[in-house]
């Protein structure tokens, strides 16, 4: 008896695993976000986005990524794995949008993190050296 319940938990843990892991494990820990490949302006430094991070502050998926559709984000989750080109923020954001990829990168990390320090909340970085890192 008392190996049949283990093996039952064995099982139930393995399986939450295997559902959990594909989600918060859809992108690296660290990603790299560099503009200059869709803007021919010479900017600032590359940023280095600690996705995983976010993910562990408890962080909706879809506080970031987004897909709007008559003002609400219809974004489906499941689309959210590693190397899917369609969920990449140059896929909508193109120098030719009238919210381009800097802005659009500015607007949702910035924002977000001078939120969360008017809430008096931990937060992120709010100023031009503390992403873009001068090597």
């Known amino acids: 008896m008392k190996c049949k319940c283990i093996r ?3 099982i139930t ?3 939450m695993i295997a559902l959990t892991g594909s989600v918060l494990m859809a992108q690296q820990d660290k990603m790299i976000l560099d503009s200059s490949k869709v803007s021919k302006k010479k ?3 590359v940023v280095t986005f600690p996705h995983y991070q976010h993910i ?3 962080l909706d998926c879809k506080a970031c990524h987004h897909v709007y559709q008559n003002g609400k984000n219809v974004l489906d989750e499941s689309q959210l794995e590693e190397g899917n080109p ?3 923020c140059s896929k909508c954001h193109s120098a030719k949008l ?3 990829l800097q802005q659009a990168f500015h607007d949702q990390c910035i924002g977000c993190h001078v939120r969360y320090q008017k ?3 931990k937060t992120g ?3 031009c050296g503390e992403c873009h890192i001068r090597k």
Do not use: H, Q
Request: hydrophobic content about 35%.
């Open 8 to 10: 039952v938990l064995m």
């Open 13 to 15: 843990l393995a399986t």
């Open 43 to 45: 900017g600032r430094s």
């Open 56 to 58: 562990e502050a408890g």
């Open 86 to 88: 369609d969920i990449r």
């Open 98 to 100: 009238r919210l381009n």
């Open 119 to 121: 809430e008096k909340k």
């Open 125 to 127: 970085p709010r100023y």
